[in-house]
């Protein structure tokens, strides 16, 4: 690993870090409509925009582990969506799509929703409750707004730090 790799990696992880401790106090996280942000999706989402198959799978996990432990769900379901989600979306930006904030933005739009359902019906339909409809509207919509309106921050955030440390 080169130099320029080193300071990258180590950008991004402070960035997951700080982020990871914003997510986990409720105090220093904004509610907006009954729903916290997901502050990992976007992040992952974003780094593997910048990186291969390789790093974009190890930061998925990390962040996805990091959101299993801060939701205090089952562990294991964050880190499986993000891993799967970087690995396709490193695959894609690297041999089809042009990178820039409009893919991020068509990435995080299919993406956030697909997670945060398909962890809503794993989660709360299976278990039983009841409701569905209604706590779905009143904490999965915001949320997953909430967390697709972080998508261009933290683009903007990864595209300066992958450009800054890239090898000539």
């Avoid at 914003?22 to 976007?42: A, C, H, K, W, Y």
């Avoid at 790093?55 to 205090?72: H, M």
């Avoid at 379901?77 to 989600?85: T, V």
């Avoid at 042009?98 to 997670?115: F, K």
């Amino acid at each position: 690993m080169n130099k320029f790799n080193f300071v990258k990696y180590t950008a991004f992880s402070l960035e997951i870090l700080i982020c990871c401790i914003l997510q986990s106090n409720s105090s220093l996280t904004l509610e907006v409509f009954g729903g916290r942000p997901v502050l990992m999706i976007p992040i992952a989402l974003t780094i593997a925009i910048f990186e291969g198959e390789v790093p974009a799978i190890i930061f998925g996990i990390i962040c996805g582990l990091l959101a299993d432990t801060g939701y205090n769900g089952p562990m294991g379901f964050y880190a499986i969506m993000l891993m799967i989600l970087c690995y396709t979306v490193s695959i894609l930006m690297e041999n089809y799509i042009r990178t820039n904030l409009l893919t991020a933005l068509l990435a995080g739009a299919v993406s956030i929703p697909v997670i945060l359902t398909l962890q809503f019906i794993l989660f709360y339909v299976l278990m039983g409750y009841g409701d569905v409809l209604e706590y779905f509207l009143a904490h999965y919509v915001s949320r997953i707004l909430y967390t697709f309106a972080l998508v261009p921050v933290f683009y903007g955030i990864n595209r300066f730090i992958a450009q800054k440390t890239i090898n000539n």
